[in-house]
């Protein structure tokens, strides 16, 4: 499935003059894993030798590509339905028109699976990133395709691609071995001040031993670190390239403005659909949107409206709603779900669904109506991915890699789809917005956002391809947590002791009104995905992470959610009214925390008198006795609070409060000991100090 040796050999081999089975035979023999290393360039050299007498001293080339500013495009509109069909179109171009231009260079007729995108030489295309081999002849001239496809078909969405030629030894130890080989990396390893210089591109600690050094440099030395050079060049071109003229439409003072975008002229109405009270004056961009994402959707509606009105046809190779069946390689989000649950019958949701006709969501208010009119956004993204891949010695392994961590993640997100959800009447309470590469945006009821979140991001971590492709082991490894949570009372499903996690995913989840801008709803998830990568990079042991907010009210963040936190919860002070963000562990053992006190029935009065407590004497002049005085005072009032409650919430309290959430370090204050913690805070390092109770009061009716 993965044996690149025949596309490889093709793009060497374009005007049929070379032994193509000799070349194909010489491919595979390279890439081969039990291959020995080259442990000098002279062996390098008489390599490079026998591989240039297959190849003719020719050269292959790599074409990497994708959409750019793809929030600009898909986000743009205010509505569902146009922010579906922008995602879905983004995708069709990438996963199909894209790979059907290698087919017609290699004179195959394309059909979406992995063996045809093997044959064609198509490594990834999926994520919105495409990275493809190519004849050197012909390498420009796709990447240029590329960059029109996504204009042709969007109008507006940009666009970029780059390629560079390589030798076929490059092609397996990187970018120019011959100049730059092991004997070379040593000599500067041991020059101080070069070993400086090198240190971070081969991911070292100036420290390490030169036995660790030269391990890292022949991790580095592979077909990766060629996929590293050519992403540097899209990233840079990005930048300095000027946006396409194309994308842009002119608003003159007589032209009907977008009822979409509210920035182009409007040229076609569109008729009145589903539920919807009037037609809409939309602009070309924006009625494509329309008209794929109702194509997606399968909704029960013409498409005359459009062909009619522009010259401009659907991709015959998007079906339309009634032959939808009959495309077995294209299906929406919608589709994969059904699908799914065909498969998954035993699943809370298809049990619930059973028997009755159930369509995706008009809006986001149908989303809302699950949930008490509130919704969740999530939006997730892999950690270390990058250095993960640089491991990737050869297109194979990369190939690979990329289909079982695409695959891992959907598996990962339909699977807690279909145990927290259930049908709202006809409608499926969620929207997929995008699962590409190792990232996801999904819309869900808000109750159960975060058991979503953690669902994904326990199953991802866990799954047994997922531990086997990064940490190399057959089985999972058990580990010892180590993190702020010390309870038992989480759901028994998730055994986060059982495996070490490798890769992981880091969630930001944002709840808010179903009328919030979902534009103001993907920046806020945006920025606490940040904030839980932060967190991932600092403690990379502990897995994924998270980090969430509930939003009340849209003027409640005015600036950016670190202003917010730091005016309101003295978020970067040494005393830190919230622990966010979290493990996956830990956010499993706040649910649980949360959910427990629910059922002990611990009045909301004493819940809000408590936080009022935890923000008293915030401003005094001294900081160093507000610290103290607040967690004395605090402590104090919780201790009284917590003794004067019935037996059953004092006993709930305690066991899921002060005895679950502890922290590793001892409290001194003056020449008093107060053990390993001074509920409800946690003591941290350097002095500082934190607590779950805002957290909790936020999330505790948002919660199923």
């Known amino acids: 499935m993965y044996d690149f040796a025949p596309a490889i050999a093709a793009c060497f081999d374009h005007d049929n003059s070379l032994d193509r089975l000799a070349l194909e035979d010489a491919i595979r023999h390279l890439f081969a894993h039990d291959q020995p290393l080259p442990i000098s360039k002279e062996a390098l050299a008489q390599l490079h030798a026998q591989l240039e007498h297959h190849t003719g001293k020719r050269k292959i080339a790599l074409v990497y590509g994708g959409a750019t500013k793809i929030k600009d495009y898909v986000f743009e509109a205010p509505k569902l339905p146009e922010i579906r069909g922008a995602s879905a179109l983004l995708d069709w171009v990438n996963e199909h028109e894209l790979p059907a231009l290698w087919g017609a260079s290699l004179g195959h007729d394309f059909a979406q699976n992995r063996a045809e995108l093997t044959r064609c030489g198509i490594i990834y295309a999926s994520g919105g990133n495409f990275l493809a081999l190519a004849s050197v002849d012909s390498a420009q001239l796709l990447a240029r395709k590329i960059e029109h496809a996504y204009t042709d078909w969007t109008l507006t969405a940009n666009s970029v691609a780059v390629s560079a030629n390589f030798s076929l030894l490059e092609l397996r130890y990187g970018r120019n071995p011959l100049g730059y080989w092991i004997e070379d990396f040593l000599e500067d390893w041991r020059d101080q001040d070069r070993r400086e210089v090198i240190s971070s591109y081969y991911a070292l600690d100036s420290r390490d031993t030169l036995e660790v050094a030269q391990g890292s440099f022949f991790a580095r030395k592979n077909f990766s670190e060629l996929v590293g050079l050519l992403a540097g060049k899209f990233y840079r071109q990005r930048e300095e390239r000027p946006l396409d003229p194309r994308s842009f439409y002119p608003l003159q003072p007589w032209d009907v403005r977008c009822q979409s975008s509210g920035t182009r002229p409007a040229v076609v109405k569109t008729p009145i659909i589903g539920d919807e009270l009037e037609s809409r004056e939309m602009s070309e961009a924006s009625a494509r949107k329309r008209l794929v994402g109702q194509i997606f959707k399968k909704s ?11 010259e401009w046809n659907k991709p015959a190779s998007i079906p339309s709603w009634r032959t939808w069946s009959e495309q077995p390689n294209l299906k929406s989000w919608e589709q994969q779900w059904e699908d799914y649950l065909e498969q998954h019958q035993e699943s809370n949701y298809a049990r619930a669904a059973a028997g009755r006709h159930v369509h995706s969501a008009r809006d986001v208010h149908e989303i809302g109506a699950a949930s008490g009119r509130y919704i969740g956004m999530i939006y997730a993204d892999g950690n270390r991915m990058g250095r993960f891949f640089s491991s990737c010695s ?34 499926h309470p969620f929207e997929i917005l995008a699962i590409g590469g190792d990232d996801l945006l999904l819309i869900v009821p808000a109750k159960r956002a975060l058991d979503i979140a953690l669902h994904i991001g326990h199953a991802f971590e866990s799954n047994p391809k997922i531990i086997q492709l990064a940490g190399g082991a057959e089985q999972a490894q058990p580990r010892t947590l180590t993190d702020r949570y010390y309870g038992r009372a989480i759901d028994p499903q998730y055994d986060f002791a059982a495996y070490t996690p490798h890769l992981s995913l880091s969630t930001g989840v944002v709840i808010a009104q179903e009328n919030t ?34 939003l009340k009210a849209v003027t409640m963040v005015t600036d950016n959610i670190a202003e917010f936190r730091k005016r309101a919860f003295d978020a970067y002070s040494a005393r830190r009214l919230i622990a966010r963000p979290y493990t996956w562990h830990e956010l499993a053992g706040l649910l649980a925390t949360a959910r427990k006190l629910r059922e002990a029935h611990i009045p909301r009065s004493q819940l809000y008198r408590l936080r009022e407590v935890l923000d008293q004497q915030r401003n005094s002049e001294n900081p160093d006795q507000s610290v103290q005085a607040g967690i004395i005072a605090s402590s104090i009032e919780y201790l009284y609070t917590r003794i004067r409650m019935q ?29 390993s913690s001074a509920p409800p805070w946690l003591k941290l390092e350097k002095n500082t100090w934190e607590t779950i109770w805002h957290d909790l009061v936020e999330i505790y009716d948002m919660l199923a």
């Open 300 to 310: 029960a509606v013409r498409v005359d409206w459009f062909c009619n009105a522009l």
């Open 394 to 427: 050869t297109p194979e392994m990369y190939a690979q890699a990329s289909q079982i961590i695409a695959d891992a993640l959907e598996q990962a997100v339909f699977a807690a789809l279909a145990t927290y959800l259930e049908p709202t009447g006809d409608v």
């Open 517 to 550: 801008p979902i534009f103001f709803l993907r920046d806020l998830a945006e920025e606490l995905l940040k904030s839980a990568k932060a967190k991932a990079k600092q403690h990379a042991q502990m897995g994924g992470t998270v980090d969430f907010m509930v």
């Open 647 to 675: 037996n059953l919430v004092a006993a709930a309290v305690l066991e899921h409060v002060e005895q679950s959430w502890r922290s590793r370090y001892t409290i001194s204050v003056g020449t008093s000991r107060l053990g």
